[in-house]
């Protein structure tokens, strides 16, 4: 049993907390809503990166490199100074929505490269450069370049053409769970000697202002190597350094001067020490050694191939030499980390696939972040204190007054996505259920608490309005987790976790029916669910064009969200068979849904289309025949998801579920025969429930594997490659809408500057669709094959195509024969130099061509899931040996 999965034994069973101190600080806190403040709701012009040094915030605080406890009462990070810069590099930058061609996007090189659960052990590399940092021209060139240009990154400045830039490599390890050494290892990568100013920052979050805290927190300096961090509800902390030039003092404080012109609060404000670094200007530091945020100042000179190390200890207790034993504990907290890992990967054979998903769970635990959101405090302010403007009151998430959030919650990426999203956040759990599956249960049972859920049983979408419909994957994730954790624990499943969701699960589901199938057809709306550019038009907003959007996917997501909770309700009447009458419910819709995609309304029209073997969306134009949206896009690969096999023993023990199943087969038999039959069984007694029979999938299948369409060397598209030659266009009371294949970045603005699913590659589209093709080979077995790719002859197994598909998406990440990753498309930096080439960006969405990273670069969220595709690849299969065929791409 290693160390570490001790500790997780230690934590779950509360005997001691080593996850109260994590990576829990966000890179970016300004332009986000919480700290919105404005009439208009401008999120990103409220508050931004040149004001941020200045401003105090009120929800949340962000670093590089940093670490907090779970309420981030006490915070630490890493901040920078090349000599050059006009402010110290206390934050990472990027470009606003109206900043950049394609949208809102981090610019700096930075890596997540290793995490164990507990944090035990961290690591990550910020690369910093010795020239003076590009502020204006990556403004600049990117305001001016046009949608069909590609973004300019800090890597296309030049600046690191001649290797002059320090590589910051940034580590913890716990001695125990509140005695933490943070180190930071400086190299400079640069032909001649370089200075560097380093100083790692204690500071604490503003909490004094609210009325919750009787006390004022405070830093103050014991000797010129130590400081003491009291808060009245955690005690001391001191915080040792050795070698430091300075220790300073000012306050976690806005500098109301400097952004508002009005006198200052507090005369040590928090940009004190970027004035004094940069500046030389002492004013704003407390020459008493006291106050609410502090910095260690390391002045130091490098010389060229040159590193130093930056040292720096949290502890309850002073102790003697405290930064002795640092060395010693990072490299065996550094071997506890390796020995977790090899037993978690000890069926992956290929070094560079264990290199590529060790990185996808380290960026999965780095991206965990303390997250606090109290809507009605936002909304009406706090007492005594700046009154928000009244238009908040009828502006964005109004209808969310019950939410308060106050939680470590996994983000989907720290910078460009600092909040929650409740699709991206269901597909993190399933690979961190590999790896920990109680803070897996624990973050999908979050967002189904009262105080997050509404009352009216929608899962808040994200921060930005919650309102919005996200696809209904929650009991997907659910059950999959339920099942890694399952099979983890030998076979025994949580069943208080599992009822505990079913329970509130069944809320959403309603609040599914009762407000997304509008007029009870069993057709399902919801909007763009995600899909941002899919369409010919926004679908959120189809009322523009005076008619209304039955949703193939919409629909074909709640198919499969009800087969998800059959199988939920399945599963629980393991320990209560009186779930069987749960899973009855759930059969019974699901089939509706199935009868309803064939025939809206009864009005004779299908969302499936014969002509063209494929599933679209239908637009109901008021006063017109309805019309199917003929664009061929992941829209219609969705109905693959509602797929269920399920073995007969299941039903041995649940008359009264088989009595009902047995109705309707015998009743309605025209909405069994909708179906995979179910009166016949497949491989190893399994019946199977699916949107598509054998006939509808296997040419739904033919499109997708078809390498003219949507199979690309790098994965499933998201729109079919048909469409680059030929755009689908289609007139709307007088105005001409059309939809061409894009395989990079977006050319148009319709959700904003960087949505795009009209080419793409995205994992957790990929994901569902090689799931899918698992299930169905459950039902199948080894005498199913399909012709994989579509006209080429070669005929696969549905299991042998899906880890062909999983590997074509590992590919994306992986060296090929000349040893460069698509993922970082031509920049010869990132695919030859020894300090760039091995270091792996998760991105966003993957360009459909060629594979290249595209959107935020940091998603290692639901990008993640390479790690479960890798995991899965190298799984035993556990059927009989005549699908053992030999794959097409190898490890």
Known sequence: MSAEYIRLQ????????????????????????????????????????????????????????????????????????????????????????????????????????????????????????????????????????????????????????????????????????????????????????????????????????????????????????????????????????????????????????????????????????????????????????????????????????????????????????????????VTQRKKEADEFYETIQNRVTDEDHRHI???????????????????????????????????????????????????????????????????????????????????????????????????????????????????????????????????????????????????????????????????????????????????????????????????ADGTSWMAMFSLNMLRIALDLCEYNTVYQFSATKFLEHFLYIAGAMNNISSEHISLWDDEDSFFYDVFHLEGKDPKKLKVRSIVGLIPLFAVEPIREDLFDNLPEFKKRLDFFLREKPKLAALVSSWIQPGYDKRRLFSLMRGHRMKNVLKRMLDSDEFLSEYGIRSLSKYHEKNPYAMQINGDVLSIKYTPGESDTRMFGGNSNWRGPIWFPINYLIIESLKKFDFYYGGDFSIEYPSGSGNYLTLDIIARELSMRNIRIFSRDENGHRPVFGTHKKFQEDPHFKDHILFYEYFHGDNGRGLGASHQTGWTALVAEMIHKYYKPRSYPEEIHATPLFRS
């Open 10 to 329: 230690e934590d779950k069973e509360r005997k001691k907390h080593w996850k109260k101190w994590g990576p829990y600080l966000t890179e970016r806190q300004w332009g986000t809503v919480r700290e919105d403040y404005s009439p208009d709701g401008a999120a990103w012009e409220n508050v931004t990166h040149d004001e941020a040094r200045s401003k105090a915030y009120r929800w949340g605080e962000e670093g590089i490199g940093g670490i907090s406890d779970h309420k981030q009462k006490t915070c630490l990070a890493w901040a920078f100074w090349n000599g050059k810069d006009p402010f110290i590099k206390e934050r990472l930058f990027g470009l606003t929505g109206n900043q950049g061609n394609h949208g809102e996007d981090v610019k700096e090189i930075y890596y997540y490269l290793d995490s164990t659960p507990t944090h035990s052990y961290m690591k990550m590399l910020y690369k910093y450069p010795q020239a003076e940092f590009p502020y204006q021209k990556l403004i600049d060139e990117n305001k001016k370049a046009g949608k069909l240009q590609t973004e300019y990154e800090l890597i296309d400045t030049g600046i690191f053409d001649q290797d002059r830039y320090f590589d910051i490599f940034i580590e913890y390890a716990k001695e125990d769970a509140e005695d933490i050494f943070a180190v930071a290892t400086i190299h400079n990568r640069g032909p001649e000697a370089a200075k560097i100013w380093v100083m790692p920052t204690i500071w604490l979050r503003k909490t004094w202002f609210t009325g919750h805290e009787p006390f004022m927190p405070k830093l103050s300096k014991i000797d010129q190597h130590t400081l003491k961090a009291f808060n009245p509800k955690s005690g001391n902390y001191i915080f040792s350094f050795c070698g430091n030039d300075e220790l300073v003092f000012c306050d976690n404080e806005t500098n109301r001067e400097r952004l508002y012109g009005i006198p200052n609060e507090r005369k040590f404000t928090k940009d004190g020490v970027n004035d004094y670094i940069v500046h030389g200007d002492s004013s704003k530091l407390n020459p008493n050694h006291t106050g609410t945020k502090a910095a260690a100042i390391y002045e130091l000179e490098i010389p060229a191939g040159g590193m130093h190390q930056v040292k720096v200890r949290m502890q309850h207790q002073m102790t003697e030499e405290p930064l002795k034993s640092c060395h010693e504990s």
């Open 357 to 551: 998903q060790r990185q996808a769970f380290a960026g999965l635990m780095w991206s965990k972040q303390f997250y606090y959101y109290d809507v009605n405090r936002w909304l009406d302010g706090d007492p005594g204190r700046y009154t928000p403007p009244p238009q908040r009151k009828k502006g964005r998430n109004q209808h969310w007054r019950h939410l308060q959030n106050y939680d470590i919650i996994s983000m989907p990426d720290k910078w460009e996505y600092p909040w929650y999203a409740a699709w991206d956040l269901a597909f993190h759990c399933i690979p961190i259920a590999r790896i920990d599956p109680e803070f897996a249960k624990n973050q999908l049972l979050l967002l189904l608490n009262e105080w997050y859920m509404h009352p009216n049983g929608q899962i808040p979408a994200y921060e930005w309005n919650f309102s919005d419909v996200n696809p209904p994957v929650h009991a997907y994730a659910v059950q999959r987790v339920y099942q890694i954790d399952k099979k983890l624990n030998g076979g025994k499943g949580d069943q208080e976790f599992l009822e505990r969701a079913m329970h509130k699960l069944m809320l959403n589901f309603t609040w599914w029916v009762n407000r997304k199938d509008s007029e009870g057809n069993n057709i399902f709306e919801g909007g763009f669910l995600g899909l941002d550019n899919i369409s010919l038009f926004d679908r959120s907003h189809a009322q523009h064009y005076k008619g209304k959007l039955e949703q």
